[in-house]
């Protein structure tokens, strides 16, 4: 039978073959509301939540294609800049390198020092009198460890850079273009408040070797 609402209504049973049934009519069976769709009874929850989830689909992919186009945009800065990906040029942006710097370990401008001499490091570092694979790690400072250095020498400071290496010493070879043969370079680095004496090992065509005894800032000074 079928309802003042045009709800048809079966006790029992679904609508059968011999029900006059009709595309979007409605059937109630008891527990939930079904709708023909023209060969199956749907049900109508089934089909809410279906459409609920069709429209969450739809906002994810809204969101998935806006993320696409800024990673899009991010990676063609990247590479406008010098670096591979976006996520290589945040991390030098977070260090305040250039791509040159970032990838090649090295800090060519330092706030506070015009024309600062480049300090790089490529790795082979000596430890306990043997070469080993491991590298140190060149950053920047701020300008206040460079004024810092100037007050505390007569010298000219070429460059101050903060040196992190995976032990307590080392012998470290920077390479610092533009550094003559046998040039008179002094380092010195700060350490607990105050900057002391580091001990030059050697200074060649483009290179200064320090015997670091630890981590820090290391000013490089000619003399």
Known sequence: MTSPSGIKQFEGSK???????AEGDFWYDGQSMK????????????????????????????????????????LSEAIAEGFVNGAEMQYAQDASKSAGEYYN??????????NATPVAQGGKLV??????????????????FVD????A????????VNVQFPSVEATINFYMP???????????????GAWANVEVAEVRADHV????KGNGVVAFIAK
């Open 15 to 21: 609508p059968g073959a011999d029900d006059d049934v």
């Open 35 to 74: 709708q023909w769709n023209g060969s199956a009874w749907v049900d109508t929850a089934s089909g809410s939540s279906s459409s609920s989830s069709s429209s969450q689909k739809r906002e994810e992919d809204k969101v998935a294609a806006a993320l696409a186009r800024e990673g899009a945009l991010l």
């Open 105 to 114: 370990n090295a800090v060519v401008t330092t706030p506070g020092i015009e």
């Open 127 to 144: 430890i306990d009198g043997k070469v080993t694979n491991a590298t140190a790690t060149i950053s920047k400072v701020s300008v206040a």
């Open 148 to 151: 810092s250095a100037k007050s």
């Open 153 to 160: 020498t007569d010298g000219t400071v070429l460059n101050v």
């Open 178 to 192: 533009g550094i003559a043969d046998g040039a008179s370079v002094e380092a010195l680095q700060y350490t607990d």
């Open 209 to 212: 070797t320090l015997n670091l």
